[in-house]
């Protein structure tokens, strides 16, 4: 069984850059696409960036050419580099796969304020 363990959030001032991390031990974590999604609470999760098996990388309008999405496969690590965050970034980020999702992890909150 995968378990996720995602990690970098923190409070941040506008424009500055914060690095996540997801921690998926177990195997098979990557065949099926990851991504990272956030939440803020009253609102649906959703999908922020995401790369495939293949290495093809994804991003949600609102978070293009601000965020990166890479992974580490020897060490089962999936990254998101995040720069010119937002107030309205602030949110919980998790990360899963992008189909067959396994259980969500407890997320990292990202706050983004003055």
Request: with cysteine.
């Given at each position: 069984?995968?378990?996720?363990?995602?990690?970098?959030?923190?409070?941040?001032?506008?424009?500055?850059?914060?690095?996540?991390?997801?921690?998926?031990?177990?195997?098979?974590?990557?065949?099926?696409?990851?991504?990272?999604?956030?939440?803020?609470?009253?609102?649906?999760?959703?999908?922020?960036?995401?790369?495939?098996?293949?290495?093809?990388?994804?991003?949600?309008?609102?978070?293009?050419?601000?965020?990166?999405?890479?992974?580490?496969?020897?060490?089962?690590?999936?990254?998101?580099?995040?720069?010119?965050?937002?107030?309205?970034d602030t949110a919980v980020y998790y990360c899963n796969r992008v189909s067959h999702q396994l259980t969500w992890g407890q997320g990292a909150q990202v706050t983004v304020s003055s």
């Open positions: 069984q995968v378990q996720l363990v995602e990690s970098g959030g923190g409070l941040v001032q506008p424009g500055e850059s914060l690095r996540l991390s997801c921690a998926a031990s177990g195997s098979n974590f990557w065949f099926y696409g990851a991504g990272w999604y956030r939440q803020v609470p009253g609102k649906q999760r959703e999908l922020v960036a995401s790369i495939t098996s293949g290495g093809m990388t994804k991003y949600a309008d609102s978070v293009n050419g601000r965020f990166s999405i890479s992974r580490e496969s020897a060490n089962d690590t999936l990254y998101l580099q995040m720069n010119s965050l937002k107030p309205e």
